[in-house]
């Protein structure tokens, strides 16, 4: 009898299929890797399992019994546990005050006080038991990251725990450390927990793995035995073999175009990018590729500004600048599509009109006051050309459907007349329709001799719409590949080689 | 033609409840003064007690304009109050040392607008909470007031002429209270009809999308506290004006009060957001009340607990309404 054992869980948001028909099981004592493409669905997955999402469709059976779980809590009850990417420590706290968040603190009769001795006597008989090495006495915000994640999964073994889900836990760590966590997870299974472990890096999951669940496209594309598994196996079965790029989709050479943005070398004070060199000719869709956590909206931001650069240079249309701002930017004809246009798109509590003006909003000042007539026409003609619904120019963007918003975003960047866009998951949340106005519209600016440089997550949207595409690891560029000959293996192929 | 589709009014409680959301605190307004007028006919409900009223709530309508500057921007400034004290000391100091009346308006101006622009320079350059900047702000201008006047009250040698503003009128109407409209409109003006305004509301609304947008989010925010700075100290040489005299705790008191109108104004209008209007009404309800309960002889420290329930009941009923949205 497993230990878990899901059948057909279905998850939609609105039109959004996030699981469909999603059948696994897990074995106490053993060890299920977890593998999928950006948005196949595996956090989904977990998020149904722990509590924190209610499925649509579908049953949960644990220890043979059917359960529904429909808190945290009721997971936690159960024993399933999740060691989070962001790890949920109290920054303040010591380790052993984040040890017992969560569990009962022994304490005097009625909580008059904390028994200090007894709880520092339980962590030290388990560290020993588990034989790690961690000064618990160090507050959460003094300890290294990796010494973070062992506190966390530490606090997780505190309680008992039956099922412990791993999301990217080498993400932060080193070599020496992901070996500590290996031999604890291995602790684990001879104890009889059972491990879920999802990662991109493919070795880890052939080395810990004693079967391997391919998510693909919210579906389970199957469950290999760790023996009959390899990478390209693995690889075929994430992509959808079947997929045929778009062969409507008109492409460009643009190679003898004059070069419209060119990134030399660049850096960011942070790290989070390495010296990256791109290039984007006028009349091209550039795509940007990587997993998720490779640097992706990191590098766009340093482009346009936000971000702080270490060393190398923008050059827009020959002109060259070493430290770039917004305000440069958009003087240089350059606009930014940002990822989430909630927090950084829009002002959400204003309106249509207000929005859309705000980057050129001295282009419809006199001086002593905004123009309104003219910015309210100006506005109107771009939201018929950019087919926007709303009530009118003054309806406020929080009251707009997600698609009418990203116009919204569009069309605010459009009449700046830019030459060349950054777009950060451009179609991210969109409708259908939407999405295919959206790669019209760029493929058209394009034609006008403008470039587009396109980041998506989406591996056959950045196939069908773009004209040739960098693929990004680890905050570095490591290839470049032309879009109408790529495939989806082999843009999956590049970023998991390590 | 354009797209656009029609929202058809479901039902008239829907435009009712929009209608009382918007105008609700003016609607509470409208009340508490019928209430008033019934209870004190004689001495309540009459020309010289509106007049009165006027003149009354001039230096909190400033003031409390000056606390909405800054939460346009989605920031909190907490030396208005020491601020507007600083004001009136200096003022006063310059004219009791024989300097010209204009330079004893002017120069408190100018002083706060550094001191607002310094504020927000710490705000924006190393990311502190405007509360805790603007809190220790205070008290350095507090302490600075007190190094200025000895922690004594400035009242001799102040020339009548000092006092013209605050005391005369024109013709029936107060000149505090005129001052008070055109600080009222020109704000009105500069926050809903100019580039500048709007980009302050785009940046409290959202600061990553303004910069984003190319807006110079640290500029504009400076701006903003040197505006609210520079009309706290407006006030508190309005308020020297009108007794003739600077005290050096004499702001200390609106405040709190220049919040509480802000608040209030937040409810009406424009509904949660920061408007020279809502602010001006919010001031004319506290002023409304502090008269008439005056006048029916509640003591003070019932005032207080009376003006605050208020506060707190209109944001509650702010509040529901939105979730019942």
Not at chain 1, 214 to 239: C, D, H, P, Y
Not at chain 1, 296 to 314: F, K, N, W
Request: hydrophobic share 45%.
């Amino acid at each position: 009898m497993s230990l878990l054992e899901v059948k057909q869980l279905d998850k939609r948001f609105g039109l959004h299929h996030a699981l469909s028909q999603i059948s696994l099981s897990i074995e106490a004592g053993k060890v299920l890797g977890l593998v999928g493409e950006n948005g196949a669905g595996k956090s989904t997955f977990i998020k149904i399992i722990t509590g924190v999402y209610a499925p649509d469709g579908g049953s949960i059976y644990w220890n043979g019994q059917l359960e529904t779980i429909t808190s945290p809590r009721d997971a936690h009850r159960l024993g399933i546990h999740v060691l989070h990417q962001d790890r949920h420590l109290i920054p303040a706290f010591s380790g052993y005050e984040n040890l017992y968040l969560g569990t009962d603190i022994p304490q005097v009769k009625f909580g008059l006080r904390i028994r200090w001795h007894e709880m520092k006597r339980r962590a030290e008989a388990l560290k020993k038991e588990l034989g790690m090495e961690l000064d618990l006495d160090k507050t959460a915000e003094e300890m290294s990251p990796p010494e973070r994640t062992l506190l966390e999964l530490m606090r997780v073994m505190m309680q008992d725990c039956k099922l412990l889900i791993l999301d990217e836990p080498t993400a932060s760590l080193t070599d020496q450390e992901t070996e500590i966590l290996f031999r604890l997870i291995q602790q684990l299974t001879a104890q009889g927990t059972a491990i879920l472990y999802v990662s991109h890096r493919m070795e880890e999951i052939f080395k810990l793995s004693d079967h391997i669940a391919v998510f693909r496209n919210g579906k389970n594309a199957g469950t290999l035995q760790r023996e009959e598994a390899n990478l390209n196996k693995v690889i075929s079965m994430m992509t959808d073999t079947d997929y045929q790029a778009a062969a409507t989709h008109e492409r460009q050479d643009a190679s003898m175009n004059p070069v419209l943005l060119s990134v030399n070398q660049l850096s960011t004070v942070d790290g989070r990018v390495k010296p990256s060199s791109l290039q984007v000719h006028a009349g091209e869709v550039v795509g940007i590729f990587g997993l998720a956590g490779a640097g992706r909206t990191e590098l766009l931001e340093a482009i346009y500004g936000t971000r702080s650069i270490q060393e190398g240079e923008v050059v827009i249309s020959g002109k060259s600048h070493r430290r770039m701002s917004p305000q440069k930017a958009l003087e240089a004809g350059m606009v930014f599509i940002p990822e989430d246009r909630r927090s950084e798109g829009l002002v959400m509590g204003m309106t249509i009109r207000e929005n859309m003006t705000l980057p050129r909003l001295q282009h419809f000042s006199s001086g002593l006051y905004v123009k309104q007539r003219k910015e309210k026409h100006a506005v109107r003609q771009w939201m018929e050309n950019m087919n926007v619904k709303a009530v009118g120019s003054e309806q406020t963007v929080s009251e707009l459907s997600g698609g009418n918003q990203q116009k919204v975003v569009f069309a605010k960047a459009l009449m700046h007349e830019p030459i060349l866009f950054l777009c950060d998951e451009a179609t991210q949340a969109v409708d259908v329709m939407t999405r295919e106005e959206i790669h019209r519209l760029l493929r058209e600016q394009a034609n006008q001799n403008r470039g587009v440089l396109y980041v998506t997550s989406d591996i056959h949207e950045i196939l069908d719409v773009c004209d040739r595409i960098y693929v990004l690891r680890e905050g570095s560029i490591v290839s470049e590949i032309a879009g109408g000959e790529a495939t989806s293996e082999q843009l999956l192929q590049i970023c998991y080689n390590r | 033609m354009m797209e656009t589709t029609k929202i058809t009014k479901t039902s008239s409680s829907v435009q009712w409840s929009k209608l009382f959301r918007s105008y609700g605190t003016v609607i509470a307004g409208i009340l508490i003064i019928i209430m008033f007028s019934v209870l004190n006919p004689g001495s309540f409900a009459t020309l010289d007690n509106a007049i009165n009223i006027s003149r009354q709530i001039s230096f909190l309508v400033i003031i409390g304009i000056g606390a909405t500057i800054v939460m346009s921007v989605s920031e909190f400034d907490l030396s208005i109050g020491a601020m507007a004290s600083l004001g009136g000391v200096i003022a006063a100091k310059i004219i009791a040392s024989g300097g010209p009346l204009w330079i004893a308006f002017v120069v408190p101006v100018l002083v706060a607008l550094i001191i607002g622009f310094i504020n927000g320079w710490i705000v924006t350059q190393f990311r502190v909470l405007s509360f805790i900047t603007t809190l220790a702000m205070s008290t350095v201008l507090g302490g600075f007031t007190f190094w200025l006047t000895g922690g004594a009250t400035i009242f001799e040698n102040i020339p009548d002429s000092f006092r013209y503003i605050g005391q005369k009128s024109l013709g029936s109407i107060p000149m505090l209270s005129i001052v008070m409209l055109l600080v009222t409109i020109l704000f009105w003006y500069v926050m809903t009809q100019t580039a500048f305004g709007r980009r302050l509301y785009a940046i409290g609304g959202n600061e990553s999308a303004s910069r984003i947008a190319g807006l110079r989010v640290k500029w504009n925010k400076n701006a903003a506290f040197a505006l609210g700075a520079a009309l706290a100290a407006l006030t508190g040489v309005l308020m020297a004006s009108r007794l003739g005299s600077a005290h050096p705790t004499a702001g200390n008191g609106l405040f709190l009060q220049a919040y509480a109108a802000a608040y209030l104004g937040m409810t009406s209008f424009k509904e949660g957001v920061p408007n020279i209007w809502g602010t001006f009404v919010g001031a004319a309800i506290i002023g409304v009340l502090a008269n008439g309960l005056t006048i029916m002889e509640v003591p003070t420290f019932m005032q207080d607990v009376i003006t605050g329930v208020i506060v707190i009941a209109a944001v509650i009923m702010q509040r529901l309404g939105r979730n019942a949205q």
